[in-house]
């Protein structure tokens, strides 16, 4: 156990500030921000993206407001408190948040569309329908009239 008010605990707080950021700066922090209007169809995408930042400055105003107070309280263990959270969002985006690589963004609405199958299952389909160099078309309407979106793609070596 760590003492609280040591130079030990000083250290061991900046590494895990300094940890925290990092992670947070490479996964979520960037999610939010490319990942966000990947996914949104296009007539909600500025409000979604709204959403997004606000929700994102809220939280970081309460983690703000509460960690200060945690640290003092139960000390080094508000660490394991944010690692806990952090590694149980790992199932969380495996089996709900579909993989976009590679997919045009009227393909990752195609995803989302087909309410038959989860929107995972379907962007898994969608790759292995371009790898196999299938054509795609989308029926969809734009601006009230009927169009096809084909997508088609040449495999290099």
Request: proline letters at 4%; hydrophobic letters at 50%; zero cysteines.
């Amino acid at each position: 156990m760590l003492a609280v008010n040591t130079h030990t605990s000083g250290i061991v707080a900046v590494v895990m500030i300094f940890a925290y950021q990092a992670f947070f700066t490479w996964g979520f922090m960037g999610g939010v921000w490319v990942y966000g209007p990947e996914i949104l169809p296009l007539e909600y995408r500025s409000k979604g993206m709204g959403l997004a930042t606000a929700t994102l400055w809220l939280f970081s105003f309460v983690m703000v407001e509460i960690v200060p107070s945690s640290i003092s309280n139960i000390g080094w263990k508000t660490y394991i408190i944010f690692a806990v959270f952090n590694f149980s969002f790992i199932p969380i985006i495996y089996l709900f948040f579909p993989e976009t690589k590679g997919l045009s963004l009227e393909l990752v609405d195609l995803a989302f569309m087909d309410d038959s199958m989860s929107p995972v299952k379907r962007a898994k389909e969608l790759h292995k329908m371009i790898a196999s160099g299938e054509e795609l078309t989308l029926r969809t309407e734009v601006g009230g009239k009927d169009v096809d979106i084909v997508h088609i793609e040449e495999k290099t070596a």
